[in-house]
């Protein structure tokens, strides 16, 4: 695990032009490292702001992804992953309440049929499963949502870029 | 939009003298939808392109190919449909799918390709196939993904995939199944994504031509019409024979041995792309008639008449596609047959959905087999 010394969280950097711009800076550094794409998908009420308390504790952790956030993680069908995978994500995290702390009652057991969904035509597809994660990060859990980001970025990182990734599509 | 001129050309369009039959006998008008196939040919004569492209409502076509068969002036309304729609995901117009557009990823990642797919899991150990090189190819098609992709619909696609296998094996033929099978692009095709259609069209060809097979036997309705018309372009070297699973078991009928049965009503939905694109008809109703103790009873419209499950390619799903769907349930109910057969997994998909209806579910549930199935179950 290497996390590296970026002050802000990854979510508050404004999109597009400074994200374009980054990877040209970053160019001798990048050739000898690979960092993959990841998209994660956050719930509204718990993950999302488990990321913010990450980002104003100062919890630092690896910034290889880019956040989604819906209103609940029920709302994250198999379409949405397995568009991300289609864009050319390296992986992809879906989360939200733990149970019993669904803002909607019961979203996240709704997430849980989606993802089994998703994760059987993953596997058919012949993408290695460790590209799809499932997790609970509570509003409070800084430091959890910082060690699974950490601990995601490794894996997929191990697993080098996804083998359907566009052609057109570099780094 | 000089592509609009084009495909007016092409698909009879210029033909049309306005009589409105194309609407008048559309699945979506007659059960209350705001539909009109004439307006749409009628603004590709004109050159009217802009709106009739960019406005989406060509998705709402069932491309069931109703008013091709009725059009007086052979207008081919569908493959205008297919070629507008082209046109319009160039403009970045994109149907509406009931599922996120799941299975359309799931199309563009095959045609991207890269990995490796565990596609054959299903093959059991009874059945014998041979993954490389033979001289009948098996065509799959998609089912294994409709049973992962749809565990609450409780739909057993690969049920009749197993079947017809297991048929093939019965007639002494150990067909081709290989795992580099990939989607043969039908829905991309007809949501305008020619790009990844093309991919996967060359993809497959090559897969078959390289297996060395002199005849395809094909299971889906959809793939049996995207390799007999939407293919031919690609071919290189002359194609294997063609046959849907149905043609080819009606030609070795005599062959298979069958048990007796007790007696069973059935009833037979006739897939759009089997009967009205490809006019086969006759092959699925002789296979079934052959079947002892099997009686088949029609529905009030069938064969060329017949209705179709509205959801061709995972793109049209809304209240009048529900409604036709009902609709086709309660009249495959009222001939008292115990069992609703098709020849496509796409038919089985879309009527299982409209079983889940809680407040009428009771009076349209159905058994839905494939054709295959009955056969195997008739195996002695």
Not at chain 2, 58 to 84: E, H, I, N
Not at chain 2, 215 to 239: G, H, K, M
Request: net charge positive; proline share 6%.
């Amino acid at each position: 695990m290497t996390p590296t010394s970026q002050k802000k969280t990854p979510k508050r950097t404004p999109p597009n032009k400074k994200t374009k711009k980054a990877p040209a800076k970053a160019s001798p550094k990048a050739s000898d490292t690979w960092d993959p794409n990841i998209v994660v998908f956050a719930c509204n009420w718990c993950s999302y702001a488990g990321a913010d308390t990450a980002g104003v504790s100062r919890i630092q952790h690896q910034p290889h992804f880019r956040m989604i956030r819906v209103m609940c993680s029920g709302r994250i069908q198999p379409g949405f992953v397995l568009r991300a995978f289609e864009k050319g994500a390296d992986g992809v995290l879906v989360s939200g309440c733990h149970f019993g702390d669904c803002h909607y009652i019961f979203g996240n057991e709704r997430a849980v049929e989606q993802f089994e969904k998703t994760k059987n035509v993953v596997r058919l597809l012949g993408l290695e499963e460790e590209r799809l994660r499932l997790e609970w990060i509570s509003a409070a859990e800084g430091v959890r949502f910082a060690k699974v980001i950490n601990e995601f970025t490794d894996q997929v990182r191990a697993l080098g870029p996804s083998r359907l990734r566009p052609k057109r599509q570099t780094g | 939009m000089p592509e609009l001129a084009e495909a007016a050309l092409k698909t009879n369009a210029w033909a049309c003298y306005d009589c409105g039959k194309c609407t008048a006998t559309c699945p979506i008008p007659r059960i209350g939808g705001d539909y009109s196939p004439r307006k749409h040919v009628l603004a590709a004569n004109l050159g009217h392109g802009d709106d009739l492209v960019k406005n989406g409502s060509l998705f709402s076509c069932l491309t069931c190919g109703m008013c091709d068969r009725r059009c007086p002036a052979q207008v081919g309304y569908t493959a205008l449909v297919q070629k507008l729609r082209e046109l319009s995901y160039r403009e970045g117009v994109e149907p509406e799918c009931p599922h996120g557009g799941a299975l359309h990823s799931v199309m563009r990642m095959m045609a991207t390709g890269g990995t490796q797919q565990d596609r054959l899991r299903w093959l059991s150990d009874d059945l014998n196939t041979d993954p490389k090189a033979g001289q009948v190819f098996y065509w799959t098609g998609c089912t294994m993904y409709y049973d992962a992709f749809f565990p609450d619909f409780e739909i057993r696609t690969l049920e009749g995939t197993r079947a017809a296998v297991r048929l093939l094996n019965q007639l002494g033929v150990e067909p081709v199944v290989s795992p580099d099978e990939r989607c043969c692009g039908h829905d991309l095709l007809w949501n305008g994504d020619r790009k990844s259609f093309e991919l996967l069209a060359r993809h497959n060809i090559k897969l078959v031509t390289d297996s060395g097979a002199k005849l395809l036997v094909v299971s889906c309705a959809e793939c049996l019409r995207t390799w007999n018309i939407d293919y031919e372009p690609f071919f290189e070297s002359p194609p294997p024979r063609i046959m849907h699973i149905t043609e080819y078991l009606s030609e070795r009928m005599p062959e298979l041995k069958l048990k007796e049965n007790d007696g069973q009503k059935v009833t037979f939905q006739d897939p759009c792309r089997l009967g009205r694109h490809l006019g086969i008809y006759d092959p699925p109703r002789h296979v079934m008639k052959e079947l002892p103790g099997v009686e088949l009873v029609e529905m009030r419209r069938s064969g060329p008449g017949a209705m179709c499950c509205a959801g061709a390619t995972w793109s049209n799903c809304d209240r009048f596609a529900k409604r036709i769907q009902v609709e086709r349930l309660r009249e495959a109910r009222e001939t008292g047959a115990e069992v609703l057969v098709t020849a496509c997994p796409k038919c089985q998909v879309h009527f299982r959905c409209a079983m889940k209806d809680p407040k009428i579910g009771e009076e349209i549930l159905i058994e839905m087999r494939d054709v295959a199935e009955l056969v195997s179950d008739a195996l002695a």
